[in-house]
């Protein structure tokens, strides 16, 4: 008697003692034909056009400058909103209306919080001027002594300027009589933009250095310079003194000890809440610049084709193999969270 095995489907499979070999001829052709019509009628039907691989296919820039301006739009939002706040409680307590005590102080650390994390709340994307950039926020800053009046005048010169430690920060910067103003930022931006420093001229014709906050702590405690002693002193290196450029927001500095510092503090606040709306505005009008170039680089699918290409992906995903999980897999390719709240803010 011959045994016949089941699979876990219910099918019957002959043992291993029946080969194909020993069926006749015309059985086993009409076997294979009937195996092979029903192999096809079981895959599924191949779709006229391949689907687009999820999200893979966008801008990845584009991507990114509305990931940092929606970031930025609500570091600033939360800024805005405590400062109201602020405003309102020291108007009201300067009405001598009844507080709860301690609430105008609490609203000030409260904000003060929040500006330390300026820098990791907005992605780095906002400076402590609230300029709006895809680039590091900066540090500006100005360096005793280094200024055009004193840097312009004299004879020839070679300075030695160290920014940081080791030799490799050791820069040669070479002046002469007659160098414009601008020719002499040029030589101080070529030569400390190595060590991550660049030099600029400000609208009030000064000069001005700059380097991304992170590497601010490194740089404002280690530049000195070295002179031939006619602008700078010759010898061993001297130390100079770096100074940031101060922030138009200072909440350490706001005081509530009496009616005085009240008022100054609230003064303070309506100059701190007026910089972050128009911070706010102009970031904004950088998030809808981003959807219009999303508009324009998104391909225009008509809702027939959006249709049919979703009961594509729904047939191939309903089918076990490699289709789909090829399909499946494409789909979620870039999917992260920052992504899926920049696409839903453009709603």
């Known amino acids: 008697?011959?045994?016949?095995?089941?699979?876990?489907?219910?099918?019957?499979?002959?043992?291993?003692?029946?080969?194909?070999?020993?069926?006749?001829?015309?059985?086993?052709?009409?076997?294979?034909?009937?195996?092979?019509?029903?192999?096809?009628?079981?895959?599924?039907?191949?779709?006229?056009?391949?689907?687009r691989r999820g999200l893979s296919n966008w801008d990845q820039p584009l991507q990114n400058d509305i990931s940092s301006a929606q970031q930025a739009v609500d570091f600033l939002e939360q800024s805005a909103a405590q400062l109201r706040a602020l405003k309102s409680d020291l108007s009201a307590k300067l009405a001598t209306r009844q507080m709860r005590e301690g609430q105008v102080e609490q609203r000030i650390r409260q904000f003060t919080d929040t500006w330390r994390q300026r820098q990791e709340a907005s992605g780095g994307t906002l400076d402590n001027r609230l300029n709006y950039s895809t680039a590091p926020a900066a540090q500006r800053f100005s360096i005793r002594g280094m200024s055009l009046a004193n840097l312009r005048n004299g004879g020839r010169e070679t300075l030695a300027l160290a920014v940081g430690t080791g030799p490799q920060s050791l820069r040669s910067i070479h002046l002469s009589p007659g160098l414009s103003d601008a020719e002499i930022v040029a030589r101080f931006d070529a030569a400390l933009a190595p060590a991550g420093v660049r030099a600029a001229m400000t609208q009030q014709g000064e000069l001005q250095f700059s380097t991304s906050e992170a590497n601010w702590?490194?740089?404002?405690?280690?530049?000195?310079?070295?002179?031939?002693?006619?602008?700078?002193?010759?010898?061993?290196?001297?130390?100079?003194?770096?100074?940031?450029?101060?922030?138009?927001?200072?909440?350490?500095?706001?005081?509530?000890?009496?009616?005085?510092?009240?008022?100054?503090?609230?003064?303070?606040?309506?100059?701190?809440?007026?910089?972050?709306?128009?911070?706010?505005?102009?970031?904004?009008?950088?998030?809808?610049a981003a959807s219009v170039r999303v508009d324009s680089a998104m391909p225009q699918i008509e809702t027939a084709g959006v249709d049919d290409l979703a009961t594509q992906f729904a047939n191939i995903a309903d089918e076990p193999g490699y289709q789909s999980l090829l399909a499946l897999t494409s789909a979620l390719v870039g999917i992260n969270r920052e992504r899926v709240v920049s696409l839903l803010s453009l709603r």
């Open 1 to 51: 008697m011959q045994i016949v095995q089941r699979s876990s489907s219910g099918i019957g499979t002959a043992s291993s003692a029946t080969s194909a070999s020993q069926l006749e001829p015309a059985n086993l052709a009409e076997q294979q034909d009937t195996q092979g019509k029903a192999a096809g009628a079981a895959q599924p039907s191949q779709p006229s056009a391949p689907i």
């Open 217 to 288: 702590p490194g740089v404002r405690d280690a530049i000195a310079v070295q002179g031939a002693g006619i602008r700078f002193p010759t010898g061993q290196l001297n130390r100079l003194k770096a100074e940031a450029e101060p922030s138009p927001i200072a909440p350490e500095a706001w005081g509530t000890n009496d009616i005085e510092s009240m008022r100054a503090t609230l003064q303070q606040v309506m100059q701190a809440l007026a910089h972050v709306e128009m911070a706010l505005s102009k970031v904004r009008a950088e998030l809808s």
